[in-house]
């Protein structure tokens, strides 16, 4: 089949599977497959001939999991917690996990979680609390065809949704010695980038709330939490997001938010986790994320959302990134949002209005 052919084919299948991801629970990940040829981000290539994505060396599959379970002696199970145990809290379209136990307690349910639900993990690191999956492919938004039905999985390859997921998973300790436990969506959309419609790239999507949601609600289960219950808290009514704007305090760009200093510092990780930062360490006592970031160049025009962060480099050439740490400080309702570069100096640069742009829209 050629390009033009397949590209067809695509187009008619997202057209065809333009339903809400997660209308009758269609949820049905595949993070890679053997012989997949297309890595994406950070590089946006044109698309080969099979979509989904290569696993790169030393990520953590099901399989391997599941054989490493079986050569190993079974124990006692592990009891699981009630609901009394796990609450999940909201602020706008925000929403995170607080459970009463400790974080090295959670690390291997919440990384057994993820596999089971056909991820593979491109990060596990639980000395900064942080794990993030491979791009998937949500392979339940294909639609069932008369074609797809007939030929079965003889043709499965060549159907593909033209998007991809992948979630980031943040677990931070609390003043009370549990654990809260953040989810976070980054998408990717596969377009066409000539007149000629022959090729096609990678650009980001905007973050997907409700899958983040839908995620928490399962993992919910997974900690103990009955169906029913998960999705009756899930559904709990969402306070309104205090408002946030971007201003400027003494020549230094900054994000202003009209709330106190937790509530804050959730809502700007939750929003350097959505924008694809890449978070290094971070210090809840000092108000201090530690990040990379990647600058945008030579592009004149105003980038959208996501392209703002230019966390995707050309595939020209790629951009070094430079190390930059977000301060979140505050007084009683108020907080300030600002950006200081390596050395912990305030940051005034083009680089950090972009930074407090990219966040401002999030936190919006």
Request: charged share 25%; proline share 5%; with cysteine.
């Amino acid at each position: 089949m050629n390009n033009s052919a397949r590209l067809g084919l695509l187009g008619l299948t997202i057209a065809l599977g333009a339903c809400s991801v997660l209308e009758g629970d269609k949820i049905d990940y595949k993070s890679a497959s053997k012989g997949s040829t297309l890595e994406v981000p950070p590089d946006l290539k044109t698309l080969s001939r099979d979509t989904r994505y290569t696993v790169p060396g030393g990520v953590v599959s099901a399989n391997a999991m599941q054989a490493n379970q079986a050569a190993q002696p079974s124990g006692p199970a592990t009891a699981l917690s009630s609901l009394g145990d796990v609450r999940i809290e909201r602020n706008g379209n925000q929403r995170w996990l607080v459970v009463n136990r400790p974080a090295d307690q959670l690390w291997d349910p919440v990384r057994e979680f993820w596999l089971e639900n056909g991820f593979t993990l491109a990060l596990d690191q639980s000395n900064i609390g942080i794990m993030e999956t491979d791009w998937a492919e949500n392979r339940a938004k294909i639609p069932q065809d008369f074609i797809r039905n007939t030929l079965g999985r003889v043709l499965d390859s060549l159907y593909s949704t033209g998007e991809r997921d992948k979630f980031r998973t943040r677990l931070e300790r609390n003043a009370q010695g549990g654990t809260e436990i953040y989810v976070s969506h980054r998408g990717m959309q596969e377009v066409f980038n000539t007149s000629t419609k022959e090729t096609t790239v990678w650009q980001p999507r905007a973050a997907d709330p409700e899958l983040e949601a839908e995620f928490l609600r399962r993992l919910l289960v997974k900690l103990g939490v009955s169906q029913e219950q998960a999705k009756a808290v899930a559904a709990t009514p969402a306070a309104r997001a205090s408002s946030s704007r971007v201003g400027n305090v003494g020549g230094v760009p900054v994000v202003q938010i009209d709330e106190g200093f937790d509530r804050a510092w959730r809502r700007v990780g939750l929003a350097l986790d959505r924008t694809g930062f890449t978070v290094e360490d971070r210090d809840r006592s000092q108000g201090l994320y530690f990040v990379r970031y990647v600058a945008p160049k030579g592009d004149k025009k105003e980038p959208g959302f996501l392209g703002k962060l230019m966390s995707f480099a050309s595939s020209e050439k790629a951009v070094p990134p430079l190390k930059y740490r977000i301060v979140v400080r505050s007084q009683g309702e108020a907080t300030t949002v600002s950006v200081l570069n390596a050395a912990g100096a305030p940051e005034s640069s083009a680089n950090a209005e972009s930074i407090v742009r990219v966040l401002a829209d999030d936190l919006k």
